[in-house]
């Protein structure tokens, strides 16, 4: 599977932002795909995923705030991104996981200004 990710930006605080990951190749396969974010000098982490069965979890700090959908005719994830904070600042990455791979798109930079 391979992942292109779009859409991010600078933005300021209480903007919005609305992220796009396009997939292709054996998309077939993909049983979960997601969204994650690193910041400078920190660890990835989890923003919100969604598995094939319709399941979704979002990190504690974007609840309320983002939204991942997909629209499967276009094989593709999005990120919608509400009520920015600087703290969202960071490149995220979209994921794609099958049984036996674990792809990653090349990543987008989002920075939101105070």
């Known amino acids: 599977v391979q992942l292109q990710a779009f859409g991010g930006g600078l933005v300021q605080a209480g903007g919005s932002l609305r992220l796009s990951c396009a997939a292709s190749?054996?998309?077939?396969?993909?049983?979960?795909m997601g969204w994650y974010r690193q910041a400078p000098g920190k660890q990835r982490e989890l923003v919100a995923t969604?598995?094939?069965?319709?399941?979704?979890n979002y990190a504690d700090s974007v609840k309320g705030r983002f939204t991942i959908s997909r629209d499967n005719d276009k094989n593709t994830v999005y990120l919608q991104m509400n009520s920015l904070k600087p703290e969202d600042t960071a490149v995220y990455y979209c994921?794609?996981?099958?049984?036996?791979?674990?792809?990653w798109g090349q990543g987008t930079q989002v920075t939101v200004s105070s």
């Open positions: 994921n794609a996981r099958s049984r036996s791979t674990n792809s």
């Open positions: 969604f598995t094939s069965g319709g399941s979704l």
């Open positions: 190749g054996s998309i077939f396969t993909i049983i979960y």
